[in-house]
């Protein structure tokens, strides 16, 4: 019975905390929490859906379904799905250049959705949601404030009030924008719209408990409704929101733009569930909950399939939310699911309340919001750790950038970048050639001015020996050996050497022949577990010699110096001051597999 629980559970995660609302504390504080996510998510995803160039109203569309979906299915309880800033951008920025008219692009933007989620909740079917590594921190923070500059300055037009014709590189758009302006603006217009933005700043600094959002959304609607902004100004008003819901629908498929939608299906999908985990894990650190990363995955894919049947665009989670959700005291999944109702009950009662609502005002909560992917020094930290993180994260944020809107160009190299400077680093690991320190320990000889032992010498390779690094190994043994006439043993310290590939174990096998040509005998010490049975299985341990393998350094340099038995001597005065050999432990053990 409790298998078939924890099977029902997995499958539903809601039943993990249903039986809680039984609670009236907890049900009371879900229901405030839901209300009160919901008076900031109507205006964010009207703004939002402004910046996806959809009707305003879209975002409401965007707003019920997925969000419920989303808590009932994932494993985060304060997590709110939705339309966010960052996934907007990108489908506006794929959409753009395929759509040719707004029906046509309505359509694209809901078969992006279903797309989207599909995606996502095929990879949570076979638990690859470790996809996302490959999105490193230097990539994601390049992208992130690319993005969020290319989101901040995409506003500036419905700021001043202007139209500014769409296409062609965003830096373009921008050299336009600037022109149109240049020949005059709509002062009713930006007077509204930066009254906005510094009305949301002041209220965040004052208290981030007070609901800057809501506040600006509700104030700015009534004064335009009182100053007769739209019938006096000639301002832009979110205009009439059709009633109620829209009914269940299959989304179309456009076949013939299947191809030109998948780079950006992946993109949107993997860096809206990267946004989404991220969230998650760091609501998780206050609340001590589990996050299971494959379940949210599936909870994402669900959310967009779902939306997509009532005419939503992708949606992922939503930082500023969740933290809202989290501060109002949600102790459930069912605080989003109240949001999800309010927001139906909008559309069904009340949407005559926001047709006053200026587009200014949207632009400038689309403006504001963005600030917060603003991170300029974790970029600095980036290139202070290891300065191929920091050409990683300025390439992708440069690239982005340049590219927009085909945002997915600089998301593709910063990783290509990554990745190809991962694997020079790892041709080329660190080499110590180790010696005794004073204090016993076998230290690299160079960094702490030790002596070296002419007749046998100790070297650590710390990297693994792949395709990419048996060059550099095998040069640098080679090097060792020939840069000392007198070498007669040589111990590989094999504990940072992680794996072994074909081609590792070909070179090795070679080596050890080479050097044993040179009269140059080869021994290991402390090759791990998956090293040894990697060269078990095609029988190089038994070519090498099993006896060549110890548990120890010091075991090995036992088993030499028996060998050497007192018939040779370098100039450190060996066997009996050799720093390589002082202090050796009696009696070496042989590493047995």
């Not at 799905?81 to 959409?95: C, H, I, K, N, S």
């Not at 090293?531 to 029988?539: H, K, T, Y």
Request: proline fraction near 5%.
């Amino acid at each position: 019975m409790d298998k078939n629980k924890k099977i029902l559970n997995r499958l539903f995660p809601f039943l993990n905390w249903v039986g809680e609302l039984k609670d009236i504390k907890i049900l009371r504080a879900d229901i405030l929490a839901g209300i009160t996510l919901s008076l900031v998510l109507i205006p964010q995803s009207m703004a939002n859906a402004q910046l996806a160039d959809l009707p305003p109203y879209y975002g409401f569309y965007a707003s019920f379904v997925p969000i419920m979906v989303g808590a009932l299915f994932g494993s985060s309880r304060q997590l709110s799905t939705g339309p966010v800033a960052l996934v907007a951008l990108m489908t506006a920025a794929v959409l753009g250049p395929l759509a040719g008219s707004e029906e046509e692009y309505i359509g694209l933007a809901i078969m992006l959705a279903l797309l989207v989620g599909l995606f996502q909740f095929g990879l949570g079917l076979l638990r690859l949601g470790t996809l996302v590594n490959f999105l490193s921190h230097p990539v994601v923070l390049g992208f992130t404030n690319a993005a969020a500059i290319i989101i901040s300055t995409s506003q500036i037009d419905k700021l001043f009030g202007v139209t500014v014709a769409r296409g062609g590189p965003h830096y373009e758009r921008m050299w336009r924008m600037w022109e149109t302006i240049s020949v005059g603006f709509h002062t009713p217009t930006l007077v509204m719209g930066v009254s906005g933005i510094v009305v949301l700043i002041v209220l965040r600094r004052i208290s981030q408990k007070i609901p800057n959002v809501l506040v600006v959304a509700l104030s700015s609607t009534v004064i335009a409704w009182w100053i007769g902004f739209e019938e006096y100004y000639g301002g832009l008003v979110v205009g009439n929101i059709p009633e109620g819901i829209p009914s269940f629908a299959l989304p179309i498929i456009d076949w013939g733009m299947l191809p030109r939608m998948l780079s950006a299906t992946i993109t949107i999908s993997l860096i809206g569930y990267m946004e989404t985990i991220s969230i998650a894990k760091a609501i998780a650190t206050q609340t001590r909950q589990r996050i299971d990363a494959n379940q949210e995955l599936l909870a994402q894919g669900l959310s967009n399939i779902a939306g997509s049947f009532f005419r939503s665009f992708p949606v992922s989670g939503s930082f500023v939310r969740s933290a809202v959700t989290l501060r109002a005291g949600g102790q459930t999944g069912f605080a989003s699911v109240v949001a999800g109702v309010v927001v139906i009950l909008m559309l069904l009662f009340f949407t005559p309340m926001l047709y006053h609502m200026p587009l200014a005002i949207l632009a400038a909560i689309v403006m504001v919001s963005v600030t917060s992917l603003l991170h300029i020094s974790p970029i600095k930290r980036a290139w202070q750790v290891h300065r191929h993180d920091g050409i990683v994260a300025v390439a992708t944020f440069v690239l982005t950038l340049i590219s927009a809107p085909h945002l997915d160009v600089g998301i593709a190299v910063g990783v290509g970048l990554s990745l190809g400077l991962y694997l020079y680093r790892t041709m080329k690991p660190r080499v110590a050639v180790l010696s005794r320190h004073p204090d016993g320990a076998l230290r690299d000889a160079e960094v702490h001015k030790l002596d070296a032992c002419e007749i046998m010498a100790m070297v650590r390779f710390d990297g693994s020996l792949y395709f990419g690094s048996t060059g550099a190994f095998e040069d640098t043994m080679l090097t060792c050996a020939a840069q000392n006439p007198h070498l007669r043993y040589l111990i590989i310290d094999a504990e940072g050497i992680n794996q072994v590939d074909a081609t590792g174990e070909e070179m090795l096998l070679g080596l050890v022949r080479r050097l044993k040509e040179a009269k140059v005998e080869v021994f290991f010490g402390r090759a791990k577990k998956q090293v040894l049975d990697a060269l078990e299985r095609p029988g190089t341990l038994d070519e090498i010699g099993r006896e060549r393998f110890f548990a120890t350094p010091d075991q090995a340099m036992q088993a030499v110096w028996a060998k050497l038995d007192g018939s040779f001597s370098c100039h450190h005065q060996c066997p009996g001051k050799c720093p390589l050999h002082r202090a050796t432990p009696k009696g070496a053990v042989f590493y047995r597999v």
